[in-house]
């Protein structure tokens, strides 16, 4: 059975700071990988998504990573904004099931 | 392009009443899953439509719950009864049916509040 962590649980950092999310999943067969953002009280909002075929992702400051032998992916934000506050989520797709298994997110919180 | 759009955004009923999610996908989608967030929990699968047929339901609960999505485009989640633990947040999703990539868009979430 898959199962996601993500460490650190919550994260607070000074405006500006670049920072890494972590993601771990327990089988490395998966079909792609999903980092979402979700502000309090607001849906999923889809970042970035990898293919099982790729290495990493980028989307202006954001640049997701993924080593499926290691069963590890990154998330790194470059110049941090107090407008990237928000709990950041990880989920993974396995071949053959549409379901994504998540993580329980990392709260993130840029200081000004 | 209107996204994900989910009704009501808050439901706060008694144990032992019944509630109807509904989830308007995104025009085109033909693919459509239900999730849901308990307190403390990570967000968990519950079951995932193509066009009008269930595909997978193997993550619903219990038969207290049931999905439908009759001619393929909204649907909706019936529990009844309603039970405490049935408390937290429903998410629906969808996404299209690309060759490759299943890119999953979520709604706003519905909160359930069971008391």
């Known amino acids: 059975k898959q199962e996601v962590t993500q460490i650190p649980a919550a994260l607070s950092v000074p405006e500006g700071e670049n920072l890494v999310l972590n993601c771990s999943f327990t089988d490395s067969a998966i079909y792609n990988l999903q980092w979402f953002r979700q502000d309090p009280g607001k849906g999923l909002t889809s970042l970035l998504l990898?293919?099982?075929?790729?290495r990493e992702q980028t989307s202006g400051r954001l640049n997701a990573s993924l080593d499926k032998s290691s069963g590890r992916s990154t998330l790194y934000i470059a110049a941090s904004q107090p407008g990237d506050s928000a709990t950041y989520l990880c989920?993974?797709?396995?071949?053959?099931?549409?379901?994504?298994?998540f993580g329980k997110g990392t709260k993130l919180s840029v200081i000004p | 392009e209107a996204g994900v759009t989910q009704f009501p955004s808050h439901s706060v009923i008694e144990k032992g009443q019944t509630v109807t999610l509904r989830c308007d996908p995104i025009?085109?989608?033909?693919?459509l899953y239900w999730y849901r967030r308990v307190m403390g929990k990570e967000i968990k699968f519950l079951l995932h439509?193509?066009?009008?047929?269930?595909?997978?339901e193997s993550g619903m609960p219990n038969n207290r719950f049931l999905a439908e999505r009759t001619g393929g485009t909204y649907s909706t989640l019936k529990v009844q009864p309603a039970e405490l633990e049935d408390s937290g947040v429903y998410f629906c999703a969808s996404s299209q049916d690309l060759v490759a990539v299943y890119e999953q868009y979520f709604g706003p979430g519905t909160r359930l509040t069971v008391t």
């Open positions: 439509f193509v066009k009008e047929s269930k595909q997978d």
């Open positions: 989920a993974v797709e396995e071949p053959g099931s549409y379901q994504l298994t």
């Open positions: 025009s085109g989608h033909d693919n």
């Open positions: 990898i293919q099982s075929s790729q």
